[in-house]
């Protein structure tokens, strides 16, 4: 029963009044993720009104925001940028139109809620977040949407391991065959498509976060790639493998092709062994623990997910033979902070907050001048698009191409 309540708590939230200093959004495209991404979000914040969509096609638009009750609708993009009354705008246009239209949402003095990837490539990573407008006084707020990076799951997790203590971590996620298309923006090499930029990079992401670092080289990116002349040089699916600093290694691998049942993504991160203090041990023992820990449901934790902790120990006498060896197994969710505990217990939040809920109430609190508990920073979305570059280059595809907007 609380999986059904959860469920249709995220999609019938509460509707509180908005305040009079509400955002008002602009939305960029009639795309089919913003509903999920921040219609349905916004429904629940009281600082935060879905003001105005612009599409290419205006017959669509307009029939796009009846059915989402948007109040206006624009001729063109530069429209709702020139629109004094929109104070943000979201853009979840193809990856091939992020560069473009970031730059001049924020050369038009906007906020920015942009879709992951936020570019196409490393190049235009460090062009955008490097604006000068960004270190203007009264800067617009820039944001790649890495929503599930601000799940209480995610956080949790991450706070289960030390970064330094990691040798290795694996990462996979997948959407099955039927839920894809070769006419989808995933295979137009224009428009910047592919496997390693769509669901890809929620696992490159995890490599890093949990590294702490980011990689030294890619070691080795196999693709399955299109080679029909329409769809060339766009993956449906990829596994690359990572050096870290320190000789270690990240696995990242994901599917736009993948098996007819949807299988959760996860990440799984194995430690070093290392002494483990055990005080009632006889003199001349030890006692050394390995750790394995799996987060399952690492992108969309709201529907399920389960952290599994599996703790094997061993205690070695002096000529370090084995006395005694076993392995305990527990496991953790979190579907808010509360569950997530310590340092995370008092943060706001409920139970069907989806993460695209929880990154919007970040969002809103940093546009506002109030404290962010969890962000994407640019450093760290450079840092992204050249794990993003690496992967493609070793592959054998190459980086995406670049906009001719300049």
Excluded at 220 to 233: E, F, L, P, R
Excluded at 346 to 356: F, I, K, Q, R, V
Aim: proline share 7%; hydrophobic share 40%.
């Amino acid at each position: 029963m609380a999986l059904v309540s959860r469920i249709w708590g995220c999609f019938n939230p509460p509707t509180p009044p908005k305040s009079s200093d509400a955002i008002r959004f602009g939305v960029l495209g009639a795309a089919g993720i913003a509903p999920l991404a921040l219609f349905n979000p916004a429904k629940s914040h009281p600082e935060v009104i879905i003001q105005a969509i612009s599409a290419r096609d205006r017959k669509k638009a307009e029939e796009y925001a009846k059915s989402h009750s948007i109040p206006e609708v624009k001729d063109t993009y530069q429209e709702i940028l020139d629109d004094p009354n929109i104070d943000a705008v979201f853009i979840p246009l193809p990856n091939g139109l992020h560069f473009e239209w970031a730059v001049r949402a924020i050369r038009a003095g906007k906020h920015v809620l942009l879709e992951k990837p936020s570019v196409s490539n490393s190049t235009e990573a460090e062009i955008l977040f490097n604006l000068p407008e960004l270190d203007a006084p009264n800067a617009p707020v820039l944001l790649e949407a890495f929503h599930s990076r601000f799940y209480p799951s995610w956080a949790l997790f991450r706070s289960l391991v030390e970064p330094s203590e990691i040798e290795h971590v694996e990462t996979r996620s997948m959407i099955p065959w039927w839920a894809s298309s070769k006419d989808q923006i995933h295979f137009n090499y224009a428009l910047s498509g592919g496997s390693i930029m769509a669901m890809g990079t929620y696992n490159l992401a995890a490599l890093r976060l949990l590294f702490g670092e980011s990689p030294e080289e890619c070691l080795s990116c196999d693709v399955k790639a299109y080679t029909d002349g329409i769809h060339d040089k766009c993956d449906y699916e990829f596994k690359a493998t990572f050096r870290f600093p320190g000789g270690r290694t990240g696995v990242a691998s994901s599917t736009l092709m993948g098996e007819t049942i949807i299988k959760p993504s996860w990440v799984t991160v194995t430690t070093k062994q290392v002494p483990f203090p055990n005080v009632n041990l006889p003199a001349g023992q030890q006692q050394f623990q390995r750790r394995e820990l799996t987060l399952q449901g690492l992108v969309h934790g709201v529907f399920w997910h389960r952290i599994d902790i599996k703790e094997m120990n061993e205690i070695r006498s002096k000529d370090g033979s084995v006395v005694k060896a076993w392995t305990k197994a527990t496991s953790r969710k979190a579907y808010t902070w509360k569950e997530a505990g310590g340092e995370f217990a008092d943060l706001p939040g409920e139970a069907h907050w989806m993460s695209y809920r929880h990154q919007l109430e970040q969002f809103v609190n940093r546009i506002k001048g109030r404290k962010t508990q969890h962000w994407v920073d640019r450093e760290d979305s450079i840092a992204q698009m050249k794990m993003v570059d690496m992967a493609y280059e070793r592959s054998g595809l190459g980086p995406r191409p670049a906009s001719s907007f300049r």
